[in-house]
Antibody
């Protein structure tokens, strides 16, 4: 059974870099699928951030592209998100998910981790 | 960017009733539309992909239809566990986008 688990700091200072890791169990990274990040501000809807293939090819939302880096470590079955120069608008629950294609659908999700941007 | 507009914003129904949720796209997304269910404090769950295909383990009471710009998620007979927020998501046009959600609440 495929499981995803997000990890990382729950509090980030403004203008610093948010860093999260998603650990994947029960599935071999190199077997295909894409791996994505989606976020949800408090009380609001879902926003797709970006995704990565096991080869390292990345796909980013143009609205965040200048600040986002997604990377993969196939040896650890993990992929990571870095979001630079964060502001309060980046406060959200961040989810990692498995995607059938670069743009979805997302068929397996992590439980999500709350990141608050505050000094 | 393709805007997905979901209606109604809130739908109040009773268990056993039929629910019909709508998702309209600002431009054609062909059949590349998915539906997700989200309960409070939980991650979304994939229900339907490519407009009409049920995801693994999803009960038959959930069905999807539509193509182009107009899509519908139907729940044939509501169970108490179906009351949640539902989102549509398109993967046809870049970037992928979600609708704003429809809250299905108990009447």
């Amino acid at each position: 059974q495929v499981q995803l688990q997000e990890s990382g700091p729950g509090l980030v200072k403004p203008w610093e870099t948010l860093s999260l890791t998603c650990s994947v169990s029960g599935y071999s990274f190199s077997s295909g699928y894409y791996w994505g990040w989606i976020r949800q501000p408090p009380g609001k809807g879902l926003e797709w951030i970006g995704s990565i293939y096991h080869s390292g090819t990345t796909y980013y939302n143009p609205s965040l592209k200048s600040r986002v880096t997604i990377s993969v470590d196939t040896s650890k079955n993990q992929f990571s998100l870095k979001l630079s120069s964060v502001t309060a608008a980046d406060t959200a629950v961040y989810y990692c998910a498995r995607q059938k294609y670069s743009s979805g659908p997302m068929d397996v999700w992590g439980k999500g981790t709350t990141v608050t941007v505050s000094s | 960017e393709t805007v997905l507009t979901q209606s109604p914003a809130t739908l109040s129904l009773s268990p056993g009733e039929r629910a019909t949720l709508s998702c309209r796209a600002s431009q054609s997304v062909s059949s590349y539309l998915a539906w997700y269910q989200q309960k409070p404090g939980q991650a979304p769950r994939l229900l339907i992909y490519d407009a009409s295909n049920r995801a693994t383990g999803i009960p038959a009471r959930f069905s999807g239809s539509g193509s182009g710009t107009d899509f519908t998620l139907t729940i044939s007979s509501l169970e108490t566990e179906d009351f949640a927020v539902y989102y549509c998501q398109q993967r046809s046009n870049w970037p992928p986008t979600f609708g704003q959600g429809t809250k299905l609440e108990i009447k």
